[in-house]
């Protein structure tokens, strides 16, 4: 990221690194990248609840990276610090922590099925929502 000289050098940068950020949150949200993912979460956290109540669905190695994101996604400097972020995590040993704090709280297994079910249901609900308000007829 370049070094603004002046105010309004500064501004220019915000906006555009603004706008960065909020046409890729305009092409995740409502697509069916989004919806495929959220479904699978769904499903996941659904058939635990139901079927295995007393363990987590196995979701290691889950990342951004082994996903992928839709072609025109661009967060620009806030993506930027976002994968530093991820990287400092993973160096000091955060999923090691969350690996414990599972094992600790083996007896929760139910009640975080049951809410991960619920917010990936919600936010499935409100993708599905946003998708049928951008697109009123559909192709195909």
Same mark, same amino acid.
């Given at each position: 990221?370049?070094?603004? =000289?002046?105010?309004?050098?500064? =501004?220019?940068?915000?906006?555009? $690194?603004?706008? =960065? &950020?909020?046409?890729?949150?305009? +092409? ?7 919806? !495929?993912?959220? #479904? ?11 079927? +295995? ?10 990342? &951004?990276? #082994? ?15 976002? =994968?530093?972020?991820? $990287? /400092?995590?993973?160096? $000091?040993?955060? !999923?090691?922590? /969350?690996?414990?704090?599972? +094992? +600790?709280?083996? $007896?929760? #297994?139910?009640?975080?099925? #049951? ?6 249901? &919600? ?18």
């Amino acid at each position: 990221m370049q070094t603004p =000289k002046n105010l309004d050098e500064a =501004k220019a940068i915000f906006r555009a $690194e603004r706008t =960065k &950020v909020t046409n890729s949150i305009s +092409a995740i949200a409502g697509s069916r990248w989004l919806m !495929a993912i959220l #479904a699978t979460i769904a499903l996941a956290f659904g058939t635990h609840l139901i079927y +295995a109540p007393s363990r987590l669905p196995p979701v290691g190695g889950v990342s &951004v990276a #082994a996903v992928g994101l839709p072609p025109n996604v661009d967060f620009g400097f806030a993506g930027e610090q976002a =994968k530093a972020a991820q $990287e /400092a995590a993973l160096r $000091e040993g955060a !999923a090691e922590r /969350a690996q414990s704090f599972i +094992a +600790a709280n083996a $007896e929760r #297994a139910p009640l975080i099925n #049951a809410i991960g079910f619920g917010v990936a249901l &919600v936010l499935l609900l409100v993708n599905m929502t946003i998708m049928t308000r951008r697109r009123r007829f559909t192709r195909g």
